[in-house]
């Protein structure tokens, strides 16, 4: 069998610690999984199920430890936003997943970012449509190197942050999560198949914001490192 055209390259995330990386499949994106952040949106936050939407695989962007994405300005928004976030990787697919199992599914963890265009967004919000335009574009899913869960620690508890041109913007801890990874991984899996390369952005906490070119975004989770993006 051969293919009209050449098929679209694998993404591939650099995994600490080994000369491998980790295939991108599925990108599945939480939203509002902090309280505070739900009422900045104009929400109030309870324990309803979660919700999600995704993000093609293509729109990942691996940075490597230490170096700065020049990240282009996206088309057709005056109003860029920042998301940072935990993101969990699944290594061992599954359905229906137990809550007691649902970590031992997951690979490892990055530090990652929901960068939205949110003028799009909320005006698909508003006309009751899908979210896509305002969140599935083109580079819209930067994460840093993909640390195993055995070197990373605990996530538990684990602070996150992210400042924009040396000026703290969003700072919180994995604790604040409404529903944490194993819930969502194990809730997901009721949903979808999991497989082995899915990603699971598991939402951002309060402060999110506008950047615009020139910018530089340094978000960080500790035990997993910083990324660095420039707005250009």
């Known amino acids: 069998m051969t293919y009209l055209f050449a098929p679209a390259p694998v993404v591939g995330i650099p995994v600490v610690g080994s000369d491998q990386q980790f295939p991108v499949r599925r990108v599945y994106c939480v939203g509002r999984n902090y309280a505070a952040h739900a009422r900045e949106m104009g929400f109030d936050p309870d324990r309803e199920p979660p919700f ?4 093609p695989a293509d729109a990942v962007v691996p940075v490597a430890a230490g170096e700065e994405l020049q990240l282009p300005y996206p088309s057709e928004t005056g109003n860029y936003h920042y998301e940072i976030e935990l993101v969990a990787a699944i290594g061992t ?3 229906n997943i137990p809550l007691e199992q649902a970590l031992s599914y997951v690979f490892g963890y990055a530090v990652g970012l929901d960068m939205t265009r949110r ?3 909320m005006k698909m919000r508003e006309m009751g449509r899908p979210w896509e335009i305002g969140k599935a574009f083109d580079q819209s899913a930067p994460i840093g190197p993909l640390w195993p869960a055995a070197r990373s620690g605990s996530i538990d508890q684990a602070g996150l942050w992210l400042q924009v041109n040396g000026e703290d913007h969003q700072r919180s ?3 604040a999560l409404i529903w ?7 809730y997901l899996s009721r949903f979808f198949e999991l497989q082995p390369g899915d990603l699971i952005y598991t939402g951002t906490p309060e402060g999110v914001g506008p950047v615009v070119r020139g910018d530089l975004m340094v978000g960080g989770i500790d035990g997993l490192g910083e990324l660095n993006v420039r707005v250009v």
């Open 52 to 55: 999600f939407f995704c993000k």
């Open 93 to 95: 697919g599954g359905s």
């Open 119 to 121: 003028d799009l967004q």
């Open 173 to 175: 801890t994995t604790a």
């Open 180 to 186: 944490s990874v194993a819930e969502t991984v194990a």
